[in-house]
């Protein structure tokens, strides 16, 4: 049985609500690879083949933004949401991580609601 990447969903609601910055600057990771993990294997399930040469991460939201308008708005949604984590887990500072931690959430379930459609659900 598969992981399920809903569960890094459930721990980054959880760790966003804490009140420290390592908790908070995981729960953006966290929210990531949770939307990160449900748009690749849509693609995997539609018969994407990885380049090995490139980031898996960029091939993933750069497929989707070469496809119909809902694949586009996931690829640039994830593309920026892509950019907060990034952020999050390299940053040495973070001035106010709040409004990111809002962004990141939104985007994410934006990327929800999008792949939903995608899937047609």
Known sequence: MSFDWDKF???????????DEAAQRTAISRMYYAI????????????????????????VWDEYKKRG??????????????????????????KNIEPLIKESFELAEKILYYLKQIQGE
Request: aromatic letters at 10%; proline letters at 0%.
């Open 9 to 19: 969903r459930d721990l980054a609601e959880e760790l966003g609500q804490r009140d």
């Open 36 to 59: 990160y993990w449900k748009a690749r294997l849509i693609l995997e399930g539609d018969g994407f083949v990885f380049r090995h040469s490139d980031s898996s991460h960029k091939q």
């Open 69 to 94: 308008r809902t694949h586009r708005g996931a690829g640039f949604s994830g593309e920026r949401l892509r950019n907060n984590r990034t952020q999050a887990d390299y940053g040495s500072e973070i």
